[in-house]
């Protein structure tokens, strides 16, 4: 069984920081990526970051995050970070941490329970 476990959420002001770990843990074989999904009250769930767990990690980002958050691994934690720079209003939302990995068989998409955000004055 995986489990992913999200971790720092919470309410920050407009222009403060965050930092979100997310450790996956449990029959792990192998990870392929990690990463953020977030979603936003009547809002569909969008990607925030991915990296992936091969070499030095490739990562994505989605435009609206682009140069303040930034993400990054510890492999040897199975753990994602997402560091949540200037933050905005327009971050609030439930992050999901996700992760694409090998627990049995084949490769398989897991998803963290979530862990809110708040960006409010």
């Known amino acids: 069984q995986v489990q992913l476990v999200e971790s720092g959420g919470g309410l920050v002001q407009p222009g403060g920081s965050l930092r979100l770990s997310c450790a996956a843990s449990?029959?792990?074989?192998?990870?392929?990526?990690m990463g953020w999904y977030r979603q936003a009250p009547g809002k569909q769930r969008e990607l925030v970051a991915t990296?992936?767990?091969?070499?030095?990690?490739?990562?994505n980002y989605a435009d609206s995050v682009k140069g303040r958050f930034t993400i990054s691994r510890d492999n040897a934690k199975n753990t994602v970070l997402l560091q949540m720079n200037s933050l905005k209003p327009e971050d609030t939302a439930v992050y999901y941490c996700?992760?694409?990995?090998?627990?049995?068989?084949?490769?398989?998409?897991?998803w963290g329970q979530g862990t809110q955000v708040t960006v409010s004055s």
């Open positions: 990296i992936t767990w091969g070499g030095s990690g490739s990562t």
């Open positions: 996700y992760a694409d990995l090998t627990s049995d068989w084949y490769p398989k998409d897991y």
């Open positions: 449990g029959s792990i074989f192998s990870i392929y990526a």
